[in-house]
């Protein structure tokens, strides 16, 4: 049985579109790298024709799949009796209390939305998603670059990526490949929470471009000294521009800064 909450007046389905995993072997790969607990909550976002929900459901202890499609939500049911399918936008779900982790093959538009309700939800403990591989890429340090937001959350969640889809193993075919993108809640935060607060303080000063350069963003509120003290212990040239300091740099720098 499907359950249907009901949809917000104006929703725009051209922008919830998806590009359907069509190779058995990837899916099988993504439900073996999500490693669900067989005894624990599963969310997938986003389950289309099916693809993943062929592996997650033997593999899952409860698997609840949001469709916003009625009628793919409606098939995927009758294929698999055994799953709670809910046809809903997955962003507007409250999230469950107990610990679940999140599978799926996400809309490509609909990418940040989705993993910053994972972010925000104090339960989780790992989301495993297929995305566009620049996106992937972008999140975990390609071309040697790293994001505000990975750096941000460095201290709670890790981000990994583990391959490439090629973009001929979806239909429709996108313009581009896919990556899948690990995304895991860490046992034992890196701060202590009291320290959440100045380390966020301290990665927005150094992406706000002041200065052009982290070192000259840094001195703008911290002593120059002890800045290229910082920097030179994470082994940060001074002229580095921010977005090419590592998350685990960043940890060395707001450690010396706020010993």
């Not at 429709?172 to 935060?189: I, S, T």
Request: include cysteine; charge should be positive; glycine fraction near 8%.
């Amino acid at each position: 049985m499907v359950r249907t909450a009901r949809p917000r007046p104006g929703d725009d389905r051209r922008r919830l579109s998806q590009n359907f995993l069509t190779d058995p072997s990837a899916a099988r790969r993504v439900v073996r790298l999500a490693g669900v607990d067989p005894d624990g909550l599963v969310l997938e976002v986003g389950p289309g024709d099916g693809a993943l929900t062929r592996f997650l459901a033997p593999a899952a202890g409860r698997l609840t799949a949001y469709e916003i499609d009625p009628r793919l939500a409606d098939r995927l049911a009758r294929r698999h009796p055994e799953v709670r399918v809910v046809c809903a936008d997955f962003t507007r779900v409250r999230p469950p209390r107990e610990p679940f982790s999140v599978v799926g093959n996400i809309p490509y538009s609909r990418t940040s939305d989705i993993v910053r309700w994972c972010l925000a939800a104090p339960a989780l403990t790992g989301a495993t998603l297929i995305t566009q591989w620049e996106y992937a890429a972008k999140r975990t340090g390609g071309h040697g670059r790293w994001s505000r937001l990975t750096v941000l959350t460095w201290p709670t969640w890790s981000w990994e990526r583990a391959g490439r889809i090629p973009r001929h193993r979806f239909h429709p075919v996108p313009r581009v490949d896919a990556g899948v993108l690990l995304l895991r809640r860490r046992p034992v935060p890196l701060l202590d929470p009291a320290d959440a607060g100045d380390h966020r303080a301290l990665v927005e000063l150094g992406f706000s471009g002041l200065g052009g350069s982290l070192r000259a963003s840094l001195r703008r509120a911290h002593p120059a000294r002890r800045v290229d003290r910082a920097l030179a212990a994470a082994r940060v040239p001074g002229d580095t521009a921010v977005g090419f300091v590592s998350p685990d740099q960043w940890m060395t720098v707001f450690h010396h800064l706020h010993r």
